[in-house]
Each structure stands twice: as structure tokens, then as C-alpha cells.
């Protein structure tokens, strides 16, 4: 299974309040990430020298399955790519009798090392319980002179 596929099972307790309106008032969920798709550094960002932060709100179904993930923060290319990403999430779900919840999962890209083509040594850090780190080498510049 390669990088760019490979899924994690993470096993920490994520607590928030349901986020439905009508589940106001009833304890706190506890809600464990099962599956977490790795996120990338995305293409055109990487050659646009793009860094920066976006937030996502997902909206998970009793099951766990993130059902929406709406981009409410940051750069247009890092929030959709964020959102897309987001949707792959898989989340388990106990101790509530709420039927909708909200996670607010918080994205941040950065560019570090030496210049490359391609990129080289990209790491991605899940900070528990909401926040993903992607840092990759920023783009090789060409000048339009031939040595």
C-alpha cells in the first residue's frame, strides 16, 4: 500500500458536543477517527509557492460517515483539496443518542527544504484530535537561462 493510499487507524478519543440543534443539551459524544485518509500537498499550491491554513466542517450521520465537509477557511485551492480529503474520513461514534454531529478538522500546509522538481520527502502529521500538517519542498524556480 502506498503513501498516498494507505489509510490510518487511529485510536484516541475526539469529545465534542453533537452538533445538531435538537441534540443540544445531551451529553458529550465521544468520537473516535477509525479511518484517516493522508492528505497531500496539493500540485498546483506546491508550484504556486501556496501556503497556509483551511478549516473544514463535517457533518457526520450516526454511522460515522462524513456526510458533508464544507470548507470555511483558507485559501480556495487548500480548502477544496482539504474538503475532498476530509470526505474520506471514517469516525465511530458513542455515547450519544443524536443522529447528526459536527468536527471541525483544521488543515495546514507548509512548504520547507530545498528546492525540487518534484516533491521530495513529503510528510504528513495527524496533531490529535483535529489539525493535519503537510510539508513538502517548495518547487525548483527556472530562470529562462540555459547554464
Known amino acids: 500500500m502506498d503513501r498516498h493510499t494507505a489509510l490510518l487507524i487511529c485510536a484516541f478519543f475526539f469529545t465534542l458536543l453533537p452538533g445538531a440543534p435538537e441534540s443540544q443539551g445531551?451529553?458529550?459524544a465521544?468520537?473516535?477517527?477509525?479511518i484517516v485518509k493522508l492528505a497531500e500537498y496539493p500540485p498546483v499550491a506546491r508550484w504556486s509557492r501556496l501556503e497556509g491554513t483551511a478549516t473544514v466542517r463535517c457533518v457526520?450521520?450516526?454511522?460515522?460517515?462524513?456526510v458533508s465537509a464544507i470548507p470555511t477557511q483558507g485559501p480556495?485551492?487548500?480548502?477544496?483539496?482539504?474538503a475532498e480529503n476530509a470526505r474520506a474520513w471514517k469516525?465511530?461514534?458513542r455515547d450519544s443518542k443524536s443522529d447528526r454531529f459536527t468536527v471541525d478538522?483544521?488543515?495546514?500546509?507548509?512548504?520547507k527544504g530545498p528546492e525540487s522538481h518534484r516533491?521530495?520527502?513529503?510528510?504528513?502529521?495527524?496533531?490529535?484530535?483535529n489539525r493535519v500538517i503537510v510539508v513538502t519542498n517548495p518547487p525548483q524556480v527556472q530562470?529562462?537561462?540555459k547554464q
Open 26 to 28: 445531551q451529553e458529550a
Open 30 to 34: 465521544v468520537i473516535l477517527p477509525d
Open 60 to 66: 457526520l450521520d450516526r454511522a460515522g460517515a462524513v
Open 76 to 82: 480556495e485551492v487548500l480548502a477544496k483539496h482539504s
Open 91 to 93: 469516525f465511530s461514534i
Open 105 to 111: 478538522l483544521i488543515y495546514e500546509y507548509r512548504l
Open 119 to 129: 516533491p521530495q520527502d513529503e510528510s504528513v502529521t495527524i496533531q490529535y484530535p
Open 143 to 145: 530562470t529562462g537561462e
